[in-house]
């Protein structure tokens, strides 16, 4: 179990506050057989690898956060795994005061809102569970590079607040930032040394564009067991019950 115990009781709160919109969000679903991913691959004829799910991407012109879903070919995906999304923040949302990474082929681009971060992957099983967060190499979201540090001021900025294409589906995908949040910012710290160690160790090759370096860091992950670990830290006693119900047998991704 996550060890939480170096965190605030006002961060703690806000994790398990961030749990029981999670909690809902799936609880309404299930009660139709849905799931998170269904409601945004639905409408769409067949699931297609590497297609974005919903079509264009899912971006708050308000908050300027970005998601969407996809599936690689099942010979690349871990065992269990259907598919996951990608999560990011453009400028116009971003913290006063954040620069890209100066590296070597740093480019403004035309639009100076398209300069943007990739904030975290999260893989999602059959079910339509989250299993796993990731953080990727550059050039697998053609993202413009930010420093962990920065990219972890980034990650309360990120905010889904409105209904299209699925109400649940962004308030969960928001809350799950939350949820998650201890694991996220390891995970980017973790990001950066990976990249270091890599270039360091293969100086021929430009690193940030290296096609050997796709994942950087990852880790397993349970909304159930992130709840319990938080009901520890906050009350010393661990959650009996499972957080999120059992999906319906006939459950399915399509």
């Known amino acids: 179990m996550t060890d939480l115990s170096g965190l605030s009781r006002e961060e703690l709160e806000e994790m398990a506050e961030a749990g029981r919109e999670i909690r809902t969000c799936q609880r309404v679903l299930a009660k139709t057989g849905d799931t998170v991913v269904g409601e945004l691959v639905r409408g769409h004829g067949t699931l297609y690898e590497w297609h974005h799910y919903p079509p264009g991407d899912v971006y708050d012109a308000e908050y300027h956060a970005q998601y969407y879903y996809h599936c690689h070919p099942e010979e690349e995906r871990l065992p269990g795994e259907h598919g996951h999304f990608h999560t990011f ?29 990739h904030l975290i992957g999260i893989a999602m099983d059959v079910t339509g569970q989250p299993v796993r967060l990731f953080t990727t190499n550059r050039w697998v979201t053609g993202e413009t590079w930010y420093a962990a540090g920065d990219v972890v ?7 889904i607040d409105h209904a299209r294409p699925s109400w649940p589906a962004n308030r969960w995908i928001t809350a799950l930032m939350r ?18 160690r890599w270039g360091a160790e293969r100086p021929d090759s430009y690193v940030y564009e290296d096609r050997e370096l796709e994942v950087a860091s990852q880790a397993a992950i349970s909304v ?31």
């Open 89 to 117: 923040l453009r400028p116009h949302g971003m913290p006063d005061g954040l620069r890209p990474a100066p590296l070597p082929d740093l480019e403004s681009p035309p639009n100076d809102n398209d300069a943007l971060s």
């Open 153 to 159: 001021r980034m990650l309360d900025c990120f905010i």
């Open 179 to 196: 949820l998650f949040r201890p694991q996220i910012v390891t995970l980017l710290h973790e990001r950066d040394a990976a990249v270091g």
């Open 224 to 254: 159930e067991e992130q709840m319990a670990a938080i009901d520890l830290a906050l009350y010393g006693v661990r959650r009996r019950r499972p957080i999120l119900p059992e999906p319906p047998s006939f459950v399915g991704i399509p």
